[in-house]
């Protein structure tokens, strides 16, 4: 569930990209052979067309509301959420649901809308607000991929299984991944298997603090998905940083030249439950956190 206030915030926000921009929003450009239909009410906002504001409710109620329109044919949401076993470490599990629950609330209003795990199930088609019960319950009970051959594979390898899983839908998908994307492996042959499938894609890397930025000290590395366990000094501390740097410039270039798009998310630091703290805004700290960055990342946008 989001917090009540969290979701009045949300309420004045879109997904900004490329492909929800052909046919949503307040109102799409309509294709040869395409039509429109009635969406919703907003209030009105200076630069809207006067042509669209419903001045009937204008006669009942005294106040401004613009009409929106949206294309009957609507691009269609993929909103994957990697449980893989690295997920686990360092609060970013926690952090992609909060991100994907806000992505979720949003997206469902302007398109048809799936959430998927990167290893194993998925919510139905969904759009509209009705559906959202059905959708947080599917992101809280998202379990972590342990053991067999889900648990041994990382989200690069696991790109390719599910992407070739999609309906292939040439300019009409949009799907956003939100993923550490570590995994000792090339995501290339990932890039190739979504681009088969003619979607759109956004990676939102989902990274802890500590991953970014180690300690210095003496710790222990632990490969989850191979359970090694190595102890590491300062050095070798400065040596992962520099390598878990390097793996992410090197994927977010294998992800700019497939033509799609790539962001950094850093998680919390982890700490008490900030699901628990409302302020008096009535957000959470985990849900405002969330929502900061992706409004700092240009992803949500006002409407």
């Known amino acids: 569930m989001l917090a009540s206030g969290t979701r009045a915030l949300l309420d004045r926000y879109a997904i900004a990209s490329r492909a929800l921009a052909r046919v949503g929003g307040d109102r799409s450009a309509v294709e040869a052979g395409q039509s429109v239909e009635f969406h919703d009410f907003r209030p009105y906002q200076p630069g809207d067309e006067l042509r669209y504001v419903d ?25 994957v ?20 629950r806000l992505l979720s609330y949003v997206a ?9 795990l ?99 000290g003496l710790l222990e590395l632990h490969d989850v998905e191979s359970g090694e366990k190595l102890p590491v000094g300062p ?10 740097r390097d793996h992410v410039r090197r994927t977010r270039e294998a992800i700019l030249r497939a033509g799609y798009r790539h962001q950094l998310l850093t998680a919390p630091t982890v700490g008490a439950d900030p699901a628990a703290a409302l302020g008096t805004s009535g957000t959470s700290s985990a849900e405002r956190t969330a929502l900061t960055e992706l409004i700092k990342l240009g992803l949500l946008v006002k409407r």
């Open 235 to 244: 050095d070798e501390a400065l040596t992962y940083r520099d390598e878990v």
């Open 108 to 116: 469902q209003r302007d398109a048809p809308t799936q959430v998927h």
């Open 81 to 100: 959420l990697d449980n893989s076993a690295s997920m686990g470490l360092g609060g970013k599990f926690d952090h992609a649901r909060t991100v994907v």
């Open 118 to 216: 990167l290893f194993g199930g998925a919510t139905p088609r969904l759009r509209g607000r009705g559906g959202m019960l059905e959708t947080w319950r599917f992101i809280d009970e998202a379990p972590l991929a342990t053991g067999g051959a889900a648990g041994s594979r990382g989200p690069l390898t696991g790109l390719v299984p599910f992407a070739m899983g999609l309906p292939s839908a040439r300019g009409r998908s949009l799907v956003i991944v939100v993923s550490d994307l570590l995994e000792d492996a090339s995501i290339e042959p990932g890039l190739a298997a979504l681009r088969s499938r003619g979607v759109d894609v956004g990676f939102l890397q989902a990274l802890s603090r500590d991953e970014l930025d180690p300690p210095p």
């Open 55 to 79: 001045w009937r409710v204008y006669a009942r109620t005294g106040r401004l509301y613009t009409r929106l329109y949206q294309a009957e044919r609507a691009v269609e949401l993929h909103l």
